[in-house]
Structure formats: C-alpha cells, structure tokens
DNA sequence: CAATAATGATCCATATAAAGATCATAATAT
DNA sequence: ATATTATGATCTTTATATGGATCATTATTG
C-alpha cells in the first residue's frame, strides 16, 4: 500500500513543519583552547593511522562506526561523542593522559579519595555579607 | 485548532512506529580503555569544580548546556559531545593534553608538520604476494 | 533542628549526530 | 601512463543525545 505510506508521510513532514517555523536551534560556541585540543588529538589520530598503514575504512570497521565519522574525528570536529573519538583513538595507539590502562586505573583511585573528602554539594553563601555602611 | 495538531501527531507517531518495528538500533560497545578514560576526565572535572567551589547549575551555564548533561559528563558517560567535555574541561580549569595554551599551537605544528612527511593515503598491498606453492 | 539549596534521577519532545549511499577527485602501485 | 583504490564531500534517513521540566533525596548553613 505504497498510497498509505505517502499520505501518512506527508502528515509527518506536516508536523515536523509546524515546528520547524522556529528551530530554536542550539548553536554552541567553543573556547579557542577547545577547539586547539580537539584539533590536535584527530591530527594525532590520523598521523597515527598512517603510520601503522591502516585506511580510514579499516579503523573505522575496527571502531564500529563509519568512515564519514572518522573523517571528522580526524578533522577534529568537536560535535562527536566522545566514545567514538576516544575508541578511534585506542585502535590506533594514541594514549590518553599519555597513561597506559594501568597508570589510568590508579589515577582514578587518587582521584576518587580527593573527592571523598571535598563537600559533597557545593553551597553558595546564602547572603551577602550585609554590607553594612 | 487543538485538534488538527492531536490527529497530526497521531500520523506523525504512526509513521514512526512503522519503522520502529525493526530498530536497528546502534550499540555500541567500548573498551575498558576508553571507559576509564572517560571516567576518569569525568572525575577530574567534578573535582576541579568543587574546588572551584562552582555548583553544577553555574558551570553548566556558562558552558552554555543543561545541568543534566554536566551530570553525564562528570560520571564519565561516553555518549556525549566531546566538544561540550571539552569546554567544561576548560571552564573549572581542567588542562587537556597537560599543555596550556601556547604548547597546544605548538603541539599541532608539529603533528601537521610529521603529517606532511606521511603518505596522503594509505594504499594496501594491491595482491597477495602470490604464494606459489 | 529547621530551612533551603544542591544534587540525582527520570520523563518527553525535539534538535541533531551518525549511518549509508553516491559522486568526484586525488594518490598510489604496477 | 593507467588502473585502481583511498579519500573528500554532500545528501537523505534514522537513531539518539540534549534541553527542560519535575520530583525526591541529600547536604549544608544558620
């Protein structure tokens, strides 16, 4: 019943439509500093694919995602999850923290025990001092 | 016109469920690797901003991101933007690559520079080295 | 202890990232 | 030089991450 599906498709542009009149799109903006470290690390990513002789298509299938999105990975796109970056960047033998798996594991621990002991919510000084004058 | 819109969203949501038979749902699976990486940036994170003495309301703010996923990302989720990881990162004061600024332009040059020295593509041995036997 | 604020968790709607396909171009091996 | 393959870029569809709201719980201050 191809008909049916056409209708029906054209009631879901229509209500997307009615939406679409004000996206209210989020537009991010990112600090320099961002935009630097994302770079470097897809340069680091594609530098190591080539030097290990692997094609785009390989670390990709190996990472479970598409070329396309390892594409921008390497281009240092800063709208992917973080996951895949980060998976892309295992496969490759980029480290993160410049630490192995171990290292990493410990430094988690450290971590947690600083957290322990800071205040579990951060409390803001209900009043101003009362500027008395 | 309330009704127009609930018979709309009836189709739209027919025409979603039509699909939504067979999902094909992506999952996707991370190394061990990846996950305490991630955990761990997370954790770095909430300590920085505690420290800071920032709740999660503030930095989410200026960041520019919801509370709910500062939440994510301070435990580590994967599935989030590495874009907003970063900025976060940069906000409580969090160094990535442990470079500042100026090290992080340098830092590209010379990747970009190695870059250059690499094949522009990589090229698998077109045939098998013919084993004859 | 009481009051209040921060955090954690969950839900829904929607904006958007990702997959997949396709095309053009560039680069490598023979 | 030529054939072949990798890469780059763009488009559409679909899956999903995010924002925003709400509620419960926990912490902190006074």
């Known amino acids: 019943m191809v008909v049916h599906r ?5 009631f879901y542009d229509l209500y997307m439509n009615q939406n679409k009149l004000m996206p209210k799109s989020i537009i991010r ?6 935009r630097e470290a ?24 190996r990472a ?12 240092g796109d800063l ?7 980060f998976e892309v960047a295992v496969i490759v033998g980029v480290k993160l923290f410049d630490a192995d798996e171990t ?6 621990r450290q971590t947690e025990d ?3 002991l800071l205040p579990k919510s951060v409390r803001r000084k209900s009043k101003v001092v009362h500027d008395d004058f």
């Open 103 to 108: 290292t990493l594991t410990r430094h988690i």
């Open 64 to 75: 479970g995602i598409s070329r396309g999105l390892l594409q921008r990975i390497e281009k």
């Open 38 to 61: 994302s770079l470097l690390l897809g340069e680091l990513i594609r530098v190591a694919r080539k030097e290990r002789k692997l094609t785009a298509q390989e670390v990709a299938d």
């Open 29 to 34: 903006t990112y600090s320099r500093y961002s």
């Open 79 to 85: 709208k992917c999850e973080i996951g895949a970056v």
């Open 114 to 116: 600083k957290l322990s």
């Open 6 to 10: 056409i209708i029906i498709k054209a």
